[in-house]
């Protein structure tokens, strides 16, 4: 089915601000609550919002079979289980009708005020039920970064980091939308020498600069997914920043890996942005070496050139860009992720989430965590407003930002953003 959205010569009727994450051509999906206080379903053009739910009650998605209530929940989970063909379909309809020429809406007064919304006139929410979320440990030069810090620097990679992506099950219920205050947590911390562990408020508090996906139900329990089949699984990205506490992490990882130092609060971008979306923007991942096994094996562009930056706010200061990343500099793929995930036999669900782990580039100012920028609190940073950081302080708002861009179009996906407040 041909991707007409992504024509890079197309124009909407809605104004679509320069340099804007969301031109025509993106079309992402999200949830929101609107000025009449409903939850609906919808996706954005410019810096307006558009209610999916009240397109398809006034039949703008005839000839495209899908259920009455399909835009009007809380989440995208049914929507997403619908399978790839629907998804093409209503985002080229959905481009279709907001295209410069298209009559229709456009002409409608009374539909147009059923329909678009201002920013300020809503609310966005989590766009997906996130039954169960899987963090990858995913970029090489992050893994090797971390190796360094707290092994040996020659032996940084575990024998299996390049033979398989690592990963861990993590917690779906403290996952946030983007704008959600996040409260510094409390926990145990390494014993001094009298042998006790420290107890209190964490004081290596750090981002974690990640994109994550969102997976349709993909498999049945017992089968898998091959890697060549995985991407028509995967609905679209977000941003991600798995907050981590270094000090609560250092003490309880050993020997069953991450718990209550990163299941506190981890913050998504509200807006998913379709996998179709950023099909003109797929460039060759890393070499990898040792050749994985043929389980593994994919052909062909398999990662996607998104600039990433993450950023600290003071309270009430400057914004001041302390990492600028790339998810492309991905060592396993998201398709290799999935496809190793599923090997097994785990069945995956719609809404399912899939982080990529800290995305860190090969040079110091694209590392994706406080923890490799300062390394280990050895080089503070200093922000605009003449402050330093080791790590974050408490009414910090961290923000992370990504957009695709080429010669014809820019393709983002807003802001993830989630200040810090003090410890209860």
Known sequence: MPLTANDPTRKSWIDVPENSDFPIQNIPFGVFLTRDDVITIGTRIGDTAIDLGAMHQLGYFKGIDLTDDIFLQDSLNDFIADGRKTWRLVRNRISDIFLHTSPGLRDDKEHRKKVLFSLDEIEMQLPVDVGDYTDFYASKEHATNVGSL?????????????????????????IIPSGTPVRRPVGQTKPGEDGVPGF??????????????????????????????????????????????????????????????????STISPWIVTLDALEPFRVDGPAQDPEPLPYLQQEGPKNFDIHLQAIIQPDGGEETVVANSNFKYMYWSMAQQLAHHTVNGCNLRSGDMMGSGTISGPTKDSYGSMLELTWRGQNPITLKDGSQRKFINDEDTVIL????????????????????LPAN
């Open 150 to 174: 707290f092994r040996d620097p020659e032996n940084a990679l575990l024998p299996n980091w390049l033979r398989i992506p690592i990963g861990y099950h993590g917690r779906s219920s403290s």
């Open 200 to 265: 209190g408020a964490s004081k290596l508090l750090d981002f974690e600069l990640e994109m994550a996906f969102i997976t349709t139900a993909t498999n049945d329990l017992g089968k898998r997914v091959s890697v060549e089949e995985a991407e028509d699984n995967i609905f679209g990205l977000v941003l991600f920043n798995d907050w981590s506490a270094r000090d609560i992490q250092a003490w309880e990882y050993v020997p069953l890996g991450p718990f209550l130092g990163k299941n506190f609060a």
């Open 401 to 420: 930002r990504g957009y695709c861009e080429n010669d014809n179009v820019r393709i983002g996906f807003g802001d993830c953003s989630g200040k810090v």
